[in-house]
């Protein structure tokens, strides 16, 4: 991994007369899942919009190591983005006509990846979320689960380091959010992942290694269990 921990100091963002973020300042251990939590309109998502360099903050800085990314130009922002950040969203965003393969290996493509070095790895990752037998399934053939891990494959392909995620297991049964939640901790454990996740589920709180608790747009409190 590429830098040992995420910071965000005196965030302010508005959208109009709305001040939706009043001045966050968190850090996220790294090889952790972090969880972030409140209630809706609290500014979570938001948050991570902001950390993971999708939406400028008005004020204030977010770090990845010694990197200032909001220093950097919108291009060179969006260079930092593919290289060392992961996103999976509660709607899974695979693109239809592609693959599960072609999707997860199309971070690493943009990223200047020849094709064949991309697919071989996006197999690879896709066995690690389970996915072996489904490399040439196109999302409509898949269930929620599994599209939701394809998702998981394409935020990893590019070795990031961190993966943002924003309620993902929002839209899932039981089953599939416990597997889903499974993964990203044996993410964390077994190749040294951090994982920063928006959340309603209070079951997946209560098993992450940090609790930021957000409400009207400050950190009220920083759980460790």
Request: overall charge negative.
């Amino acid at each position: 991994m590429g830098i040992e921990v995420l910071k965000a100091k005196d965030i302010h963002k508005r959208f109009g007369a709305l001040e939706v973020l009043r001045g966050i300042s968190l850090e996220i251990a790294p090889h952790a899942v972090t969880a972030i939590v409140g209630a809706s309109g609290a500014g979570k998502t938001t948050l991570l919009q902001v950390l993971g360099t999708l939406e400028r903050p008005d004020s204030g800085e977010v770090t990845y190591g010694d990197t200032r990314v909001y220093a950097l130009s919108d291009n060179e922002l969006s260079r930092f983005r593919n290289r060392h950040i992961g996103f999976v969203f509660q709607l899974h965003r695979l693109l239809p006509e592609f693959t599960a393969q072609e999707n997860v290996a199309l971070p690493a493509m943009i990223g200047g990846e020849p094709r064949g070095e991309a697919m071989r790895r996006a197999a690879e990752l896709l066995e690690v979320v389970g996915l072996s037998e489904r490399l040439r399934h196109r999302p409509s053939q898949l269930s929620g689960g599994e599209r939701q891990r394809v998702a998981v494959a394409r935020a990893l392909i590019n070795n990031p380091d961190v993966i943002l995620a924003d309620e993902p297991s929002g839209s899932l049964d039981t089953h599939n959010k416990n597997e889903l939640h499974r993964l990203f901790f044996d993410l964390a454990a077994d190749r040294g992942q951090t994982i920063v996740i928006v959340t309603h589920d209070e079951q997946l709180a209560a098993r992450a290694h940090h609790v930021l608790h957000i409400n009207d747009g400050l950190i009220v409190a920083n759980d460790k269990h």
